[in-house]
C-alpha cells in the first residue's frame, strides 16, 4: 500500500521560509517522479512543483520560480518543499503527490495516482 506522509505545516509569517516534507512508502521511490499541489478553498489544485525520479530534473510552476525550490532524497524515500518568502497568497492545504509522468515546464492531477492527506500551510501577513 502506498502511503504518502506530509509533515512541516503550519503558520508562519510573511516572508519566513518554511520547508515541507513527505516520505513515502510502499512504492519504489526512484521510479516516481514526487511532486506538491496545493488548493484553497473554493479553488481547483494546483501544481507547485516536482522533481524527476533520478536525474536531479525539477520543474516549478510559472508563478512560484525564484521563490519555491523542490528536492529529493533518493536515500531517504523524501521529497522536500522549500517555501521562500511566502505570503498570504500561499496559504494552502499542500499534498504530496507520486506518479510516473514527468512533465518538464508543468504537471497535471492525472498524471499523479498517489496522493498524500495533505498539510496545511497558513502564512500571516
Known amino acids: 500500500q502506498v502511503q504518502l506522509v506530509e509533515s512541516g505545516g503550519g503558520l508562519v509569517q510573511a516572508g519566513d521560509s518554511l520547508t515541507l516534507s513527505c516520505a513515502a512508502s510502499g512504492l519504489k521511490f526512484t521510479d516516481y517522479a514526487m511532486g506538491w499541489f496545493r488548493q484553497t478553498p473554493g479553488k481547483e489544485r494546483e501544481f507547485v512543483a516536482n522533481a524527476k525520479w533520478n536525474e536531479g530534473k525539477t520543474t516549478i510552476a510559472e508563478s512560484l520560480r525564484g521563490r519555491f525550490t523542490v528536492s529529493r532524497d533518493n536515500a531517504k524515500n523524501t521529497v522536500y518543499l522549500v517555501m521562500n518568502r511566502p505570503g498570504p497568497e500561499d496559504t494552502a492545504v499542500y499534498y504530496c503527490?507520486?506518479?510516473?509522468?514527468?512533465?518538464?515546464?508543468?504537471?497535471?492531477?492525472?498524471?499523479?495516482?498517489?496522493w498524500g492527506q495533505g498539510t496545511q500551510v497558513t502564512v500571516s501577513s
Open positions: 503527490v507520486a506518479g510516473t509522468i514527468f512533465r518538464p515546464n508543468t504537471a497535471l492531477m492525472e498524471d499523479f495516482p498517489y
